[in-house]
């Protein structure tokens, strides 16, 4: 359950939560958000039969505010060849007025199995943990902040998982994923069937973070291997230095959030040893776990993903990083924490412990007592 009601305000403007409910994507505006909310806004994005987001969709990064509208790469899953395929497109939607979308894109912008896949990542979209799947929770500028605005020369940094598996980068300049009509005509009609803009072009280093097996922590007394699999982070860039909140699935099977960083964001030049954030609520984690662990030992010889924090998205409103995220206990739904920027800015010079890391969050609880996933905040 949620720890008490909670409120995020931000004083020069309305709060919007994208969330989704399958299969659609919903939309939610307000002065304030209450925690847990009274209302799942309206639905504003929807699957497209026949398409490579035909059977559903969900939010991906957070949207960046660029001078075309609020830009968001989100995901989608459809056929491919037979088998199901998650795949990134990209949404554009009105700055004063996010639940308007001028444009959409009609062919995915990445996918598994494009020609500029490095060997690496055509290895584990082949033989991973789930084929066939790229996901996608964060997105940044390459040369300024997150809240900074973006013209058509600047260029975007988009960091996906691999099968569930590893984490990825690819870049793209704005003006060649936006449509040349939609910075001429504000209202250019949206799921145009014409060809995609541009592509996001893949990092020649990929992967740019893979698991480090040995990396212990100890919950209590008990030691635990926290990364069997690093992937789909959410992104933030402050000051130069982009940090990536990275979901780490352990061999135990409970998800938690690890912490990495780097100047370029193209190269991880550092991450920390212990998770900077992991399920401790009821709501985080399942009350079953041990039962769980013994069926997955029995039926794989190994223990899947059962439960934990997953996914996490960030955005800057005001002085305060919002996290929102997957708890995943009995069944997963939609979470936020909370920390101001100076306190993470000082945790991550100061080197501070996994116990300090966890004291220095805001936990806000669920934001639906029903199942809901991939959700992020962002500020009007």
């Known amino acids: 359950m949620n720890l008490g009601t909670e409120r995020v305000r931000h004083k020069d403007g309305k709060i919007v939560l994208m969330h989704r409910i399958l299969p659609d994507m919903q939309i939610l505006i307000a002065d304030e958000l209450q925690i847990p909310c009274q209302s799942i806004g309206e639905t504003f994005m929807t699957p497209r039969p026949w398409t490579w987001d035909g059977e559903k969709i969900g939010g991906g990064a957070p949207p960046l505010k660029t001078r075309y509208g609020w830009l968001q790469f989100y995901h989608g899953a459809g056929e491919r060849e037979g088998r199901r395929a998650y795949r990134l497109g990209v949404a554009l939607s009105a700055l004063d007025d996010p639940k308007q979308i001028l444009y959409r894109s009609w062919e995915p912008v990445l996918e598994p199995g494009d020609e500029d896949e490095t060997a690496d990542e055509t290895h584990y979209q082949q033989k991973g943990w789930v084929s066939d799947v790229v996901f996608t929770c964060g997105a940044v500028p390459k040369h300024k902040n997150s809240d900074d605005l973006l013209s058509e020369a600047d260029e975007i940094l988009v960091y ?70 690093t992937y789909n982070a959410g992104a933030i860039r402050l000051d130069g230095k982009v940090y990536l909140f990275y979901r780490a699935l352990g061999y135990d099977g409970i998800s938690r959030i690890g912490l990495a960083w780097s100047r370029d964001g193209l190269k991880v030049e550092g991450r920390l040893p212990y998770p900077i954030f992991y399920p401790k609520g009821r709501y985080e984690r399942p009350e079953d776990e041990r039962e769980r662990r013994e069926r997955h030992l029995k039926k794989y010889k190994m223990c899947r993903e059962i439960g934990g924090v997953e996914d996490p998205r960030v955005t800057l409103i005001g002085d305060t990083l919002h996290m929102t995220y997957t708890a995943y206990s009995d069944i997963p739904r939609l979470a936020l924490a909370a920390m101001k920027v100076d306190k993470f800015l000082q945790a991550v010079q100061k080197g501070c412990s996994f116990e300090e890391w966890q004291n220095r969050w805001q936990r806000l609880g669920l934001i639906f007592p029903w199942e809901d996933k991939d959700g992020f905040l962002f500020a009007l």
């Open 160 to 229: 996906y998982g691999v099968a569930d598996e590893v984490l990825c980068v690819a870049e793209v300049k704005l003006a060649d994923i936006v449509p040349n009509e939609v910075g001429h005509h504000p209202f250019f009609a949206k799921d145009d069937p014409s060809p995609s803009s541009g592509r996001l072009k893949r990092f020649s280093g990929n992967p740019i973070l893979k698991p480090n097996p040995e990396a212990v922590i100890f919950e209590k007394g008990r030691e635990v291997r926290w990364e069997r699999l």
